[in-house]
C-alpha cells in the first residue's frame, strides 16, 4: 500500500512581477499555471506592486487580478498576510496558516476564494484599514494567490503540493522615519595553507539586521588584516537589495591572501541602501571589528623545531664552556 505524504511547497514564486506571475511548476499531472496581479477597476493598470502612503486610522480600498493560463477552471485561495526577508535576504509571506501581526492583518479580502475560468481573469475587492495605533515607517505584506493540488512523485507517493504566487503590498505610515543597520554576531575561522609558506584563507559570517522603520539594503566591505597593517579584502560580496524593518539577513564572506600571523582582524563595513524614492534618509554606515587567531600548525611545528635546534645549540655551548673551566 502506497504511504501517503504531505509536502508543502513553500517558495514564494513571482511576487511583485507587473504580469500574470507563473507558479512552481509540481511534479506530475495536475499543473497549474496562474498569476496575481495589482490591477484597477476598470482593467490592469502598470503598478508592479500595491504601494501606499497613509496615516493612522486611514482606509485603503484596492483589488487584486488572479490569472488562470491554463485550459481549464481553477479555484484558487486569496489572502493576505505579513510578509519578511528570508535568511538569504529574499521577500517572502507567511504560509496560509501563519498568524499576522502587522500589515498582513490589516488585508481583508473580498473572498477567501474565486475560481478563475480558463484563460480567464477574475478580480478580487480588498480593503486595508490601518489601525490608529500604527506605528510610522514601513509596514509589508503580501497578497497571496494559493492552488493545492494532490500528485504523484518519483516514487509513487501521493504528495499535497501548494502551490503560491504573490503581490508584495508596501505601506508606510506617516511619521518620524529612523533608518539604520547594524552588523551582528561577526564570527571569523582562519584556514591555513598546507604550505607554511603560503596564505590561507578566512571565512566570516555576520548578520546585517535593518535596525529603523524603514525598508534599507546593504553594501559591504570585508577585510582581514594583520598587526602590522597588511590587509586583504574579500571580493564578489553582492549588495542585499533590501531588508525589512527589524530582519536580519545572514551573510558570508571569503578573505584570501592573509598569513597565519597569530592574531588577524577581522571587519565587516556596511553601508546602508535607500530604497527608490527615499534618497534624501539620513543614513549612516556601521563598522564592525572581530579579533581572532590565526595559525598554521604547519608553521607552529617548524617554529617549534627551530626553537628545540637552537636551545640545543646554546645547551650544547653551555656544556662545552662548563668543561673548559673544569679541565
Do not use: C
Amino acid at each position: 500500500m502506497r504511504r501517503a505524504v504531505t509536502a508543502l511547497l513553500a517558495t514564494f514564486i513571482g511576487i511583485g512581477l507587473a504580469g500574470p506571475a507563473a507558479a512552481a511548476p509540481a511534479s506530475g499531472d495536475g499543473r497549474v499555471t496562474f498569476g496575481v496581479r495589482p490591477t484597477g477597476k476598470t482593467g490592469p493598470d502598470k503598478r508592479s506592486t500595491f504601494a501606499y502612503a497613509a496615516t493612522p486610522g486611514a482606509s485603503v480600498e484596492d483589488q487584486v487580478e488572479v490569472s488562470n493560463a491554463g485550459t481549464r477552471p481553477i479555484t484558487v485561495r486569496v489572502y493576505a498576510n505579513d510578509a519578511f526577508t528570508t535568511s538569504g535576504g529574499g521577500f517572502d509571506v507567511l504560509a496560509s496558516g501563519g498568524k499576522s501581526a502587522d500589515a498582513g492583518a490589516w488585508v481583508t479580502m473580498s473572498k477567501g476564494s474565486v475560481t478563475v475560468p480558463a484563460r480567464g481573469r477574475t478580480v478580487v475587492p480588498f480593503t486595508l484599514r490601518i489601525p490608529a495605533t500604527a506605528t510610522p515607517g514601513d509596514h509589508t505584506a503580501g497578497i497571496v494567490a494559493s492552488v493545492s493540488s494532490l500528485q504523484t512523485d518519483a516514487k509513487g507517493n501521493k504528495v499535497s503540493v501548494d502551490q503560491r504566487v504573490g503581490s508584495r503590498v508596501y505601506l508606510r505610515i506617516s511619521g518620524t522615519l529612523t533608518p539604520g543597520i547594524t552588523v551582528e554576531k561577526l564570527t571569523a575561522k582562519y584556514h591555513p595553507n598546507a604550505n607554511p609558506l603560503k596564505s590561507g584563507r578566512t571565512t566570516l559570517t555576520y548578520l546585517v539586521r535593518n535596525t529603523g522603520n524603514v525598508r534599507l539594503g546593504a553594501r559591504q566591505k570585508v577585510t582581514v588584516s594583520t598587526l602590522w597593517g597588511g590587509k586583504r579584502e574579500a571580493v564578489g560580496i553582492a549588495d542585499v537589495a533590501e531588508i525589512l524593518p527589524g530582519d536580519a539577513v545572514t551573510m558570508t564572506a571569503e578573505v584570501n591572501g592573509a598569513l597565519p600571523a597569530v592574531w588577524l582582524t577581522g571587519e565587516v563595513h556596511a553601508d546602508p541602501l535607500a530604497q527608490p524614492g527615499d534618497q534624501k534618509l539620513q543614513l549612516s554606515a556601521v563598522t564592525r571589528e572581530y579579533g581572532f587567531w590565526a595559525f598554521s600548525w604547519t608553521t607552529a611545528a617548524v617554529v617549534f623545531l627551530i626553537v628545540v635546534l637552537i636551545a640545543g645549540v646554546l645547551l650544547n655551548r653551555r656544556r662545552r664552556r662548563r668543561a673548559v673551566k673544569n679541565a
